[in-house]
């Protein structure tokens, strides 16, 4: 802890400007010369695995705010406290009992595993703060990212703007001209595209093959077009309508490595998947009020910054009652209305579990890369078509269940396969979901 | 021999009427409506609407549709803010629980979906059964209409302390001036409310408990009192029995309720064992329909041969007068002699005479099958206090009446008494679950919850205790009369505080609680207890009770029988469209009560059931009148009616507060004086007008068609071989093939696919265990979200059961072939026949799609919509439907039902698939179907599939006998018995290989996956 302890007052002064400055989201020359980087590192790493279910930097959690805690307390006195608070506490520490008696009587888990040096690290952490990225610290103001990530787009819209400027242009060349052969134009060069307009038609008249082809051609075309249409109706492909709350599976699935199954756990007993009740937002989400500087969401076009998420976050507390400055439940709860996402017709029954326990099948499968999406939408098209390949493809791994142990035999046997498809195991017949 | 009978459906089809032949033929009554328009030029030519218009208004819609159809509705899904731990979206919850609503009494287990409850099925580790009833009864938790849903006073609402506090005061004002105050409630039979409510007389000792049964029993509970010191309701151990003979005891209908379990348990063929049931009654009751022998008589006769069997019996000579039946008489009690401790006679007359008689010839006999121990306690009202309370109430010496979940004003025949007298009274608190007339009338109406609702116990006999736990919150701002009581005791302890202390204290003897919770009942360890209170009384005169009886006995006019239907039954369920539309097991007749005739007295007095060209029956108005009071009603000629009597079905014609279309009948409890189900001296009269009966006696006949039931005695079964060419009682059909007789199964028109790999699903129909009862149709409605089409929907033919229980009367006389033979005509042949028919013999038989592995349906349908599965079930696909109704007709069987409308979400259907409510009672995992698509029993696939499911999950083979489809878990008696006849140890593959299996209609080659085992009736030949 030499290194902190030799820092200048001034120095600690400006530490913590760059904290409320970074707060504010102003860039600024970040590099603090004596800033310890493999410490703060350290110091980081160690916070937030050990430390940062209970405490925050900034403001009061379940435990006490942590930053500037080496102003408030003797080195020696946190040393004592983190490695077994209960010890100082039985030593009759007067402050330590304070502490105690002002967080009613919560007692901190010991960490004796810890060195001193990591102690330390973690406390130097506390006194610095997060590492300052350059290019995150611009992003909310400057809009920088809409630059990098969201150029292309734009550069296709201009493309797109442009095409259409000019097909606008040639239409209105086009009625020009038909305004022209109206009659308001030249004379003579309303006679020659007269004429040659004139001949044509009287050459397709007299031509039968020709009325055939371009009967044929206009038939075929609108079938095509017709059938195209018709078939898609009902169907919701990447259907994503604007849920009531910007949660994106791309931070929870995709960063933070939850598995989907944490959430959506009634997928292996039921035939629903199951939406999870707040509690379950709750789980970790007592102890997260703040997305991590610098998330970015993207959600219904528009790019959500930590502020924008932040408020999201305070929207599950409004659902589950939860009073984030007091840490306590209101009991004043508002369920959350999401919107429905995959909507089977009432005629088709499809069971979750059926496929995820049994089937052992990823979710991924139907549902596609949720772990990329922000926004969540329907990846597959949830056709009855789609349904039949997949039950004819797919062979399915049985092994170990002992249902199908007599089953499949005698169907292997029937089929002279290794494997039985779903569908010669019955899957495609209609009473198994029309019921 | 059972193929020398004429089996028959109804009267008209008796007397040959052509209609009926008609109908017999076609699968649909009326022709399609466009055929009449299509085929009539003169018509079309002059229809304003042109093929032009026509085109437009198609191309219209199509557009119009196809456009409604681009934009999906957004939907919305809401999951909880806290999960409920046993709660998993799309998992079923059971619980065990009670059912006790005064009249129905029943353990149960009721399944649930996301905290509603959907079905109530018989909890059988409780030994418990169901009726139609106790299935039917969680539609009327969700009964919009008729649930109270705030307490009001005169109408307003107020809160509930309010009210408590209030009524508190009055009750503490009459005890200070000592002025009586009555508590009037049905049958509880609930030891803690007991308890609750001696604690509440001993608060205020002004006050009185009054039993009231709208349908009583009163008589019976007061023989048992004179007989053997206690006020219950004998039990019977049927299943024991050698010799039943039964005087007008209804005991598989409404008769106590429970015993149909027992007695199909002692009629069990296979084991040797069948008990011998004599029936004496005037109407055609389902247990009368049942027996073995059928003895009609008229009430009075039933009382004069109950004295004559207990001068046989017993040797002694009270006064009694001889009867046309005294043959059999003597017969009987020969039998029941020689029976001696099996044997057991039982009586539904409501008088205590009569009672003791039957209560002394059992005991004159020694029977152990009557069980005066281990009584029942489903029946506690008093009439005696009953009609003392109305005499007080006009006298105006009662200043408080508490009434709970009764409805008098309904239900006495009385009932103007009690209006008025309901006037002088100064306190009126009715506390109810729902609105009706008598909560009408009072001051405050405090709503209760439904049983599935509340906590509770239920001591049905003395040692089953069950308990009552609530599987659904609160629907409505209720409390429970328990909660009330003990707060207007001055007590603070809650009602389920109180239940499980008192559980704990009286009952478990140190058992577990949750344990009993779960469970759902206790069994107790207290019958030498019970023995000991059994102490002898004073012994009865007999003579008294003779002369006493054979003057209650008033021999002028007609005698009417006044009895409950298994549907409706008291008629508290009266807003439950399940019931209403329910036929009647006898009748067929559904949304309806009427007066039952004999086909004479019909004849001599003008009545007639004429059957119109639609398939629906009429019928004649009859004006009864006895002392003055009047009721007119329609008349039902019914087979097997004793002449001289009729017989009239309370629980209808109820309207305070229901729906329209549930108003229904006309109310016979005005009829129902001194709480006698026998009245004397009626006066009929023919009165102009013609009903319309919902009646489906006629509809969808099995046509032309031989060897639908199949029906042998007890002799036959033992001694001759069932495949006997001649003489065989399940004998296969032949044919004839290159002019050879063959068996017809030997000759098929389709190939024969592999059935042994997986699962192959069969569906056992044992006809000699079916009682027709019908718990198991709307067990099948509650499951299968099958929807009620109301009364003018069924007329003609319309009704949407996907199981109907069909009823056959027969008669010994041959064919009509045969008559030709002995040269009778027509008229004659059925002159022979109607004589018979004055006692015909009833079969019931379940019918639903019998899921044939070469189904008839499947090769017509043109957009294959309907299709075989390999796991035997003949499955609809609705999606793919487009009604052309090509199945319908080429069914032999006329199970397929047609959406002829949507039933859901539409006004002119106003049931309970039509309000936010009733819906809640559906079931998540079928679909609702719509208009225009054929629909059939699927054999609970969904069922099949869950269970294939959990075991697959668990990464086992589905375990033996874990297979069940609704009707096969409702059947109380063990008739339907559903399994996978590939696993050799189903109870249902030793079933189809059975001496007493058969397919119906076996020549057709339909290879049916549901298989009937042949009725055997025990005959009592040597």
Same mark, same amino acid.
């Given at each position: ?14 530490? +913590? ?166 009659? +308001? ?129 305070? +929207? ?120 | ?348 007359? &409501? ?55 009764? &409805? ?68 409505? &701002? ?8 003990? &707060? ?535």
């Amino acid at each position: 802890m030499k290194s902190v302890a030799l820092h200048s007052k001034l120095i600690k002064i400006l530490l +913590k400007s760059l904290a409320i400055i970074l707060f504010f989201g102003f860039s600024f020359s970040s590099q603090s010369q004596d800033l310890d980087e493999t410490k703060q590192k350290e110091g980081r790493k160690l916070f937030k695995s050990l430390c940062a279910s209970c405490h925050k930097l900034d403001k009061k959690l379940v435990g006490p705010m942590l930053g500037g805690i080496e102003e408030r307390r003797e080195n020696s006195w946190l040393l004592a406290w983190i490695k077994n608070n209960a010890a100082l506490r039985a030593s009759g520490d007067r402050d330590a009992i304070a502490v105690y008696e002002e967080y009613n009587g919560s007692a901190m888990s010991a960490f004796p595993q810890l060195s001193d040096q990591q102690i330390n690290d973690i406390l130097y952490y506390t006194t610095v703060g997060d590492p300052v990225k350059k290019v995150v610290a611009g992003a909310p103001v400057a809009g920088g990212v809409g630059t990098d990530g969201g150029g292309s787009p734009k550069w296709i819209l201009y493309l797109l703007a442009g095409a259409i400027v000019v097909a606008f242009l040639m239409i209105a060349g086009l009625l020009k001209q038909v305004n022209e052969l109206k009659g +308001k134009a030249k004379p003579e060069v309303q006679s020659n595209l007269k004429r040659d307009l004139h001949e044509l038609w009287e050459g397709l008249k007299a031509n039968t093959f020709l009325q055939v082809l371009a009967t044929l051609f206009v038939l075929l075309m609108g079938a095509y077009v017709a059938f195209g249409t018709i078939f898609k109706v009902g169907i919701n492909e990447g259907y994503s309508p604007l849920q009531p709350i910007a949660f994106s599976h791309k931070i929870h699935s995709g960063e933070n490595k939850i598995e989907c199954q944490y959430c959506h756990s009634s997928a292996k007993h039921s035939k629903h998947s199951g939406i999870p009740s707040v509690n379950v937002c709750m789980n970790c989400h007592m102890n997260i009020a703040e997305v991590a500087e610098g998330t970015v969401v993207e959600w219904d076009g528009i790019t959500y910054g930590k502020e924008e998420l932040d408020k999201e976050i305070a +929207k599950v507390y409004v659902a589950a009652g939860w009073d984030p400055e007091n840490l306590v439940y209101t009991g004043d709860t508002q369920p959350i209305k999401w919107i429905r996402l995959h909507n089977l017709p009432d005629f088709a029954y499809f069971n979750h579990s059926q496929h995820v326990k049994v089937g052992g099948l990823e979710c991924q499968k139907c549902h596609g890369p949720v772990e990329e999406m922000d926004e969540m939408y329907q990846y597959s098209p949830l056709t009855m078509g789609w349904c039949i390949d997949c039950h004819r493809e797919t062979k399915v791994d049985l092994k170990g269940n002992e249902y199908y142990e007599k089953i499949h035999k005698e169907l292997a046997e029937k089929y002279d396969v290794e494997q039985v498809t779903i569908a010669q195991l019955g899957g495609l017949e209609c009473g198994k979901c029309h019921y | 021999m059972a193929s020398n009978k004429k089996y028959w459906k109804s009267v008209e089809e008796l007397k040959g009427s052509s209609i009926v032949e008609t109908m017999n033929k076609n699968e649909f009554v009326e022709a399609i409506s466009t055929d009449q328009f299509l085929g009539d030029k003169e018509t079309l030519e002059n229809s304003s609407t042109s093929r032009r218009d026509f085109l437009k208004y198609v191309g219209f819609t199509t557009a119009a549709a196809s456009l409604a159809a681009c934009e999906g509705p957004v939907r919305k899904s809401i999951p909880y803010v806290v999960q409920p731990n046993d709660v998993i979206a799309g998992v079923p919850d059971w619980y065990a629980t009670s059912m006790a609503d005064g009249y129905d009494f029943a353990n149960v287990l009721v399944k649930t979906r996301e905290g509603r409850p959907i079905q109530i099925m018989p909890n059988k580790e409780a030994n418990g059964t169901t009726s139609a009833r106790v299935q039917a009864s969680v539609l009327s938790l969700y009964d919009e209409k008729l649930r109270i849903k705030e307490p009001t006073k005169n109408k307003e609402v107020i809160g509930w302390n309010q009210a408590e506090d209030e009524i508190k005061n009055s009750l503490t004002d009459f005890k200070d001036t000592n002025k009586s105050v009555v508590l009037l409630t049905g049958t509880m039979a609930s030891p803690s409310t007991a308890k609750i409510v001696e604690d509440f007389i001993a608060v205020y000792p002004n006050a009185k408990h009054v039993i009231y049964d709208a349908v009583s029993e009163s008589a019976a509970a007061d023989a048992m009192l004179a007989m053997h010191g206690k006020r219950t309701l004998p039990n019977y151990h049927l299943n024991n029995a050698k010799t039943i003979v039964s005087f007008g005891a209804d005991f598989l209908g409404d008769f106590h309720g429970g015993l149909e379990k027992g007695y199909i348990n002692g009629r069990k063929p296979a084991t040797g064992h069948m008990s011998y049931h004599v029936q004496f009654e005037s109407n055609m009751s389902l247990t009368g329909a049942n027996s073995d022998k059928r003895v009609v008589v008229k009430p009075s006769d039933q009382v004069f041969a109950l004295l004559n069997l207990y001068n046989a019996v017993t040797g002694e000579n009270v006064l009694s007068k001889a009867t046309p039946v005294d043959a059999i008489v003597k017969k009987m009690a020969f039998e029941l002699k020689k029976a001696g401790s099996k044997g057991v006679v039982l009586t539904g007359l &409501n008088d205590k005479n009569a009672q003791l008689i039957a209560l002394s010839i059992n005991k004159a006999i020694g029977s152990e099958i009557i069980d005066t121990v281990n009584t029942l306690n489903i029946r506690q009202g008093n009439d005696t206090a009953v009609a003392q309370l109305v005499s007080d109430m006009k006298a105006g010496t009662i200043a408080g009446l508490v009434s709970y979940n009764v &409805n008098p004003i309904y239900s006495l025949a009385n009932s103007s008494d009690f209006s008025e007298g309901l006037k002088k009274v100064t306190l009126k608190v009715a506390l109810s679950t729902e609105n009706n007339e008598t909560v009408d009338a009072m001051d405050y109406a405090l709503p209760t919850p439904h049983f599935l609702e509340s906590w509770g116990d239920t001591q049905f006999d003395q040692i089953t205790y069950g308990l009552m736990q609530p599987t659904i919150q609160p629907l409505f &701002n209720t409390r429970q009369a328990q909660d009330i009581l003990l &707060n207007l005791s001055g007590s603070s302890v809650n009602y389920y505080d109180y239940l499980k202390g008192f559980a704990a204290e009286n009952i478990l003897n140190g058992a577990s609680w949750n344990k009993a919770l779960h469970n759902g009942f206790f069994k107790r360890d207290v019958v030498e207890e019970v023995a000991q209170e059994n102490v002898e009384m004073a012994p009865v005169s007999m003579n008294a009770v003779a002369s006493a009886l054979m003057g209650s006995v008033k021999s002028s006019g007609f005698e009417l029988n006044l009895y409950t239907k298994i549907g409706l039954g008291d008629g508290k369920q009266a807003n439950n469209p399940w019931l209403q539309e329910f036929p009647d097991p006898i009748t067929r007749t559904s949304w309806d009560n009427y007066l039952t005739m004999s086909m004479a007295d019909a004849k001599e007095l003008g009545f007639e059931n004429p059957v119109q060209d639609n398939g629906a029956i009429n019928g004649d108005y009859a004006k009864l009148s006895i002392n003055g009071k009047e009721v007119v009603v329609p008349v039902m000629v019914q087979p097997g009616q004793a002449k001289g009597s009729v017989g009239l079905a309370l629980g209808f014609g109820r309207t305070f507060g229901l729906k329209e279309e549930m108003q229904v009948g006309v109310n016979a409890y005005a009829l129902y004086m001194n709480a006698n189900n026998i009245q004397y001296g009626v006066k009929v009269e023919k009165v102009d007008g013609t009903h319309r009966f919902a009646c489906t006696q006629v509809q969808k006949t099995i046509a032309g068609r031989h060897d639908i039931l199949k029906v042998a005695s007890l002799k036959e079964y033992n001694t001759v071989a069932p495949k006997d060419h001649d003489n065989g009682w399940n004998k296969p059909s032949y044919v004839s093939y290159d002019h050879k007789e063959v068996e017809a199964n030997t000759i098929d028109l389709w190939d024969e696919h592999n059935r042994e790999m997986g699962h192959h699903f069969n569906l056992s129909i044992d006809l000699t265990s079916c009682t027709g009862c019908g718990a198991c149709v709307v067990a099948c409605h509650a499951e299968n979200n099958v929807p009620v089409v109301g009364k003018d929907e069924v007329r003609v033919g319309r009704d949407m059961h996907w199981l109907r229980i069909d009823r056959y009367y027969s008669s010994e006389v041959e064919t009509r072939e045969d008559a030709k033979e002995l040269g009778l005509g027509i008229a004659a042949t059925y002159e022979g026949l109607e004589t018979e028919a004055e006692n015909p013999e009833v079969t019931f038989q379940p019918m639903m799609c019998q899921h044939c592995n070469h189904a008839p349906c499947e090769t017509v349908c043109p957009v294959a919509a309907t299709t075989h599965g390999r796991q035997g079930q003949n499955q609809m696909t609705y999606n793919r439907c487009v009604g052309t109704r090509y199945c319908a007709n080429n069914c032999p069987y006329r199970v397929r039902r047609f959406n002829w409308f949507r039933y859901a979400d539409n006004n002119e259907f106003d049931f309970n698939m039509n309000n936010q409510y009733g819906k809640m009672v559906l079931n998540p995992d079928v679909v609702v179907r719509s208009r225009g698509v054929m629909e059939k029993c699927s054999m609970c696939i969904q069922l099949t599939q869950a269970t294939i499911l959990k075991a697959k999950k668990e990464g086992r083979a589905v375990n033996t006998d874990e297979f069940e489809t609704a009707c096969s878990s409702a059947c109380t008696t063990g008739a339907l018995v559903f399994g996978d006849i590939n696993n050799k140890e189903d109870q249902v593959t030793a079933l189809v290989e059975d001496k007493r299996a058969y397919n119906v209609l076996d020549y057709l080659q339909t290879k049916p996956n549901v298989i009937y085992q042949v009725k055997i009736r025990n005959t009592n030949e040597a």
